[in-house]
């Protein structure tokens, strides 16, 4: 892992309109990402974590630019994503590729396996068939697949299996960042590690980044190097994973790990119990959005948003404890 800046994100934003009412003429703005700021170093794994809505995987689709309209700056390698033409955007996702959470949606059904690997190659017009055809028998090597599956359909899989053909797909263009959405989170627990470790291992082969999208925090200790904490729409806290799953700061980070189940059964480990329901990404609470949920709750939290700040080297906190 180097130092150098693959990945920087600066206060991206994105809200959807929804409506409501009879005849859906009220029309409500949906924060779903809210000024989120970060940086993925090359070679590094950044996860991403937080309950369901949190805006996760909304941002690891801005930054692919599948969903369109996001606000701030998206730099690739010295590159501003948002302001691309459609075939510089096509050159670079070339370079940045995505493994999406279902194995089961994400393979056309009517392709065979030799065929949804090979797309990508023929979309960025690389190499000649009999080239496209080694280098889909090569990556199909090194995520554990054989040369006789080719020529079946996605059906014919068990779902670790799809899985693999989605990590393949992502792998035949030599990408240099990887988004993998909640990559093992609809697989059975026991192909759940495999995967991971296939993840890791290749990582290491290529010289792989990767941004880890997930909502299980276990998952995300086993494949992180950093950790970046979402609650509604911001990023709440961001720290090296150790020192994170040891040494948590923000409250929601705290009550986030105290409910992870520990092995030992001799441990007594003290649950932090949240109150009440996460509020409508459509009406936030004022100032710090968790503070209807946060037994540190003060004045301030209440009227001011608190901004990501240094605590100590690596460990960011937005949180007006400190």
């Known amino acids: 892992m180097t130092n150098k800046n693959l990945l920087q994100i600066s206060n991206l934003s994105k809200s959807f309109e929804s409506s409501k009412g009879f005849f859906r003429k009220v029309k409500n703005e949906v924060k779903a990402v809210d000024g989120v700021s970060f940086e993925v170093k090359q070679g590094e794994t950044l996860g991403i974590v937080g309950e369901s809505g949190c805006g996760k995987s909304t941002t690891g689709r801005l930054i692919m630019r599948l969903i369109e309209g996001g606000k701030g700056k998206i730099n690739f390698e010295g590159q501003d994503v948002q302001s691309l033409s459609t075939k510089d955007l096509r ?113 290491v082969e290529f010289g792989l980044t990767y941004l880890f999208i997930a909502h299980d925090l276990g998952v995300v200790r086993h494949i992180s190097d950093r950790v970046a904490v979402m609650y509604l729409g911001r990023i709440v806290e961001i720290a090296e994973v150790e020192e994170l799953f040891e040494n948590p700061k923000h409250p929601y980070t705290k009550a986030l790990l105290s409910s992870v189940p520990v092995p030992d059964p001799t441990f007594e480990k003290q649950e932090i119990v949240l109150t009440g329901e996460i509020p409508s990404p459509s009406n936030p609470p004022s100032g710090c959005t968790f503070h209807t949920r946060c037994n540190s709750c003060m004045d301030i939290c209440k009227a001011e948003k608190p901004v990501l700040q240094q605590i100590q080297s690596g460990h960011q906190v937005a949180c007006h404890l400190f």
């Open 91 to 203: 050159k670079l996702r070339r370079d940045i590729q995505m493994i999406f959470q279902d194995p089961y949606a994400s393979l056309n059904p009517r392709h065979t396996v030799e065929k949804i690997i090979e797309e990508p190659l023929i979309v960025h017009k690389i190499g000649t068939k009999e080239e496209r055809r080694k280098r889909v028998a090569e990556v199909m090597d090194v995520v554990g697949l054989s040369p006789y599956h080719l020529k079946r359909y996605p059906h014919q899989f068990s779902g670790g299996q799809r899985q693999r053909i989605g990590i393949a797909r992502a792998l035949v263009t030599n990408p240099k960042l990887i988004i993998a959405d909640e990559p093992v989170s609809a697989l059975d627990v026991s192909i759940q590690a495999q995967v991971l470790n296939l993840l890791k291992d290749i990582q």
